[in-house]
């Protein structure tokens, strides 16, 4: 996509921005509408945009796919061991209440990082996908 | 491209439906990242169909059961909106209320966050929730077993970041392997 000068500008223009209303989705999903389901998917598809106008070679350096894939695990990770961490702390399993001090600043704590974790994975699973797909070449015959 | 539209469409039902949730799932990944990976498989497959051998009615029998079958069940189905039905009468009106929860202490506690979606996916559905992360983890890394061997080693070793893990010895074990099969086959 060397001669499509208009989509790169605009493109370039506009993955700053769905990044950063992926991080608004993501961290306050408290409030408004919103989680990590859907800013992980925000997320990746600035990584989309990216690579189908540049080109899947910069975009796996800007994201690496050995990155990514430990990414996928990570998330999984942070969630479970939310709830882990709550049993150490004297709770049942993924009850924040143990987290914080106040019970209730412990139900955000323990939301907001659960959310993270879900944004984590879903983000990683969706460029790993798409990058399998696009890496693949096509087989004749 | 018709399924792209078709979800974005979806996606303005929801908001209409006041779930800006749904809504926003549905905008992002029915029409966003669906289509495209849809127009990535496209374009792997072969440009011409293959020629019909002859016509077998099973798949239609197949559909047209399975389609009874969930109308069927739809007629079951309690009113839009009705606020006696079982599932807005069971647990939900406590998660509203948001004083289901109970401290060591026995005092009822509220999560108290705006988000009611939040509020029930993440806190008090948190199981399901874990559930659901592991069922993407698993569909990604199946994905990933399935095609992503095969883009690695089709990626030439010059242009790309170098790998932790040895890339070096791993085209050569997949190629052979592939090999293996194509002379099976």
Redesign the interface.
């Known amino acids: 996509m060397r001669h499509h000068f208009v989509l790169r500008v605009v493109a370039k223009f506009a993955i700053p921005f769905i990044l950063l209303y992926a991080l608004y989705v993501q961290f306050h999903g408290d409030f408004g509408p919103g989680g990590g389901f859907q800013a992980g998917v925000i997320f990746a598809s600035a990584f989309i945009l990216y690579s189908l106008i540049f080109g899947l070679e910069k975009a796996r350096h800007a994201a690496p796919p050995g990155v990514v894939r430990f990414g996928i695990a990570l998330g999984v990770l942070i969630y479970a061991g939310t709830g882990v961490a709550g049993m150490l702390l004297g709770g049942k399993f993924l009850d924040y209440s143990v987290l914080a001090h106040d019970a209730a600043h412990g139900q955000h704590l323990g939301i907001l990082i659960v959310e993270f974790g879900v944004g984590v994975t879903v983000a990683s699973v969706m460029i790993s996908v798409f990058f399998a797909f696009a890496g693949r070449k096509r087989t004749d015959g | 491209m018709l399924s792209g539209l078709y979800s974005l469409l979806s996606a303005a039902i929801f908001v209409i439906l006041d779930a800006?949730?749904v809504?926003?799932?549905e905008a992002?990944?029915g029409a966003?990242?669906t289509t495209?990976?849809l127009l990535?498989?496209l374009?792997?497959t072969d440009t011409e169909e293959k020629p019909r051998r002859k016509f077998s009615p099973w798949p239609l029998v197949v559909v047209l059961v399975t389609g009874v079958a969930l109308v069927f069940g739809t007629l079951d189905m309690p009113g839009f909106g009705d606020p006696y039905a079982p599932a807005n009468r069971h647990v939900a009106p406590e998660y509203l209320a948001d004083k289901v929860?109970q401290?060591p202490s026995g005092d009822p506690?509220?999560?108290?966050?705006?988000?009611v979606?939040?509020?029930i996916?993440?806190?008090y559905r948190?199981?399901d929730?874990?559930g659901e992360?592991?069922v993407?983890?698993t569909?990604?890394?199946g994905?990933?077993l399935l095609?992503?061997a095969?883009?690695?080693h089709?990626?030439p070793a010059p242009?790309?970041?170098p790998?932790?893990?040895g890339t070096t010895a791993r085209p050569g074990r997949t190629e052979s392997a592939d090999d293996a099969n194509g002379g099976a086959a």
């Not at chain 2, 506690?109 to 988000?115: A, D, E, K, S």
């Open positions: 800006v949730d809504a926003f799932t992002a990944v966003g990242i495209v990976l990535g498989t374009a792997l929860r401290n506690l509220t999560v108290g966050i705006p988000n979606v939040t509020t996916l993440a806190s948190g199981y929730t874990l992360v592991t993407i983890f569909a990604g890394i994905v990933l095609l992503g095969a883009a690695r089709e990626r242009g790309a970041p790998q932790p893990g």
